[in-house]
C-alpha cells in the first residue's frame, strides 16, 4: 500500500491478525484533532512493515497495541504524540511481540505519548527520545520478565518536556 491514515476526519481502526502482513510506505494513527486512530497487529507471524514513519498521534489521539508474538516494523522513525494537544499509546505485550525501529522512538514530541512494554515483548531503536518539546509529556513502562527496551544509542528522558520512564521486573 501506498500508505495508511487510520482516524483522518472520523474515527478508524486497522487489524492485523492471524498471520497477515501489510507493507506500507509510511502510516499515521489520529491524523486531525479529535479523530481517533487505532491499530492492532495480534499473533505471531503477524507483520506491519512501515517504510517510512509511524506516527502514532499526529493531531489526534492514535492507540497501537502490538500483542501474542506480533512484529511492526519501521525503517525509519516512531512518533507518539507529535503534535501539540495530541495523544499516542503504543501497547507492547507478549512473548516474541516486537516494535523495531531503524530510526529513533520519540514518546511524546509537541504532544504526550505514553508506552508499555510487557509479556517479554520487545522494542528495537536507534534512540528514544521522551518529552521532546516543552509542552509535551512521555511515559515509559518496561514491565516483567524479558521486556526489554533495547536502543543501540540513547534513552534521554525529558529533554524539554517532562518524562518519566520505569523498568521493573
Same mark, same amino acid.
Given at each position: 500500500? /501506498?500508505?495508511?491514515?487510520? @482516524? ?8 492485523? =491478525?492471524? #498471520? %497477515? ?7 499515521? =494513527? ?6 481517533? @486512530?487505532?491499530?492492532?497487529? +495480534? ?5 506491519? &512493515?512501515?517504510? @517510512?514513519?509511524?506516527?502514532? %498521534? ?10 501474542? #508474538?506480533?512484529?511492526?516494523? $519501521?525503517?525509519? /522513525?516512531? &512518533? ?22 531503524? #530510526?529513533?522512538?520519540?514518546? @511524546? /514530541?509537541?504532544?504526550?505519548? %505514553? ?9 528495537? $531503536?536507534?534512540?528514544?527520545? !521522551?518529552?521532546?518539546?516543552?509542552? +509535551? ?18 534513552? !534521554?528522558? #525529558? ?9 521493573? /521486573?
Amino acid at each position: 500500500l /501506498n500508505g495508511h491514515i487510520i @482516524g483522518d476526519s472520523g474515527n478508524g481502526s486497522l487489524t492485523i =491478525l492471524s #498471520g %497477515a502482513r501489510a507493507d506500507d510506505r509510511a502510516a499515521t =494513527l489520529g491524523y486531525n484533532a479529535g479523530v481517533t @486512530g487505532t491499530a492492532i497487529v +495480534s499473533d505471531v507471524n503477524s507483520l506491519w &512493515n512501515v517504510r @517510512g514513519t509511524l506516527t502514532i %498521534a499526529r493531531a489526534g489521539r492514535g492507540d497501537i497495541s502490538i500483542l501474542n #508474538g506480533a512484529r511492526v516494523s $519501521t525503517a525509519v /522513525n516512531a &512518533n507518539l504524540g507529535d503534535v501539540a494537544g495530541s495523544y499516542g499509546t503504543l501497547t507492547l505485550d507478549g512473548v516474541g511481540s516486537r516494535l523495531d525501529t531503524a #530510526g529513533y522512538t520519540t514518546i @511524546g /514530541n509537541y504532544g504526550r505519548g %505514553a508506552a508499555v512494554i510487557s509479556g517479554g515483548a520487545v522494542h528495537q $531503536t536507534q534512540q528514544g527520545i !521522551m518529552a521532546r518539546y516543552a509542552g +509535551s509529556r512521555g511515559e515509559l513502562r518496561v514491565t516483567g520478565p524479558d521486556s526489554l527496551w533495547l536502543g543501540t544509542t540513547y534513552l !534521554m528522558v #525529558g529533554n524539554f518536556g517532562t518524562a518519566e520512564a520505569s523498568f521493573a /521486573n
